[in-house]
Nanobody
Framework: QVQLVESGGGLVQAGGSLRLSCAAS????????MGWYRQGAGKQRELVAR???????NYVDSVKGRFTISRDNVKNTVYLQMNNLKPEDTAVYYC???????????????WGQGTQVTVSS
């Protein structure tokens, strides 16, 4: 099993910044794509940003130019730097990864528990 532990959420005023971190742990797995999703109240969960093991990134249009995703492959940790936050960024942010078992070669997806980000106007 892979465990994802997130940190860094909180309350910030519009225009402020936050940095989310997510560390993956567990033996016998190769962590492939890592990313962040979010779910606002009454909304569907949406992809915010993701990054491959090789460093290729993609972002939802609404965060381009404001958010930056990065990762440390040695630490199996992914980060989301969020700048110029807006009230519409308010949501629970979930860490996500795809991991392949070294033993079975089966790839599964894993989710973190979520961290609340609240942006006040």
């Amino acid at each position: 099993q892979v465990q994802l532990v997130e940190s860094g959420g909180g309350l910030v005023q519009a225009g402020g910044s936050l940095r989310l971190s997510c560390a993956a742990s567990g033996s016998g797995f190769s962590i492939n794509t890592m990313g962040w999703y979010r779910q606002g109240a009454g909304k569907q969960r949406e992809l915010v940003a993701r990054i491959t093991k090789g460093g290729t990134t993609n972002y939802v249009d609404s965060v381009k130019g404001r958010f930056t995703i990065s990762r440390d492959n040695v630490k199996n940790t992914v980060y989301l730097q969020m700048n110029n936050l807006k009230p519409e960024d308010t949501a629970v942010y979930y860490c996500h990864c795809n991991a392949e078992s070294y033993i079975t070669y089966v790839t599964r997806e894993y989710w973190g528990q979520g961290t609340q980000v609240t942006v006040s106007s």
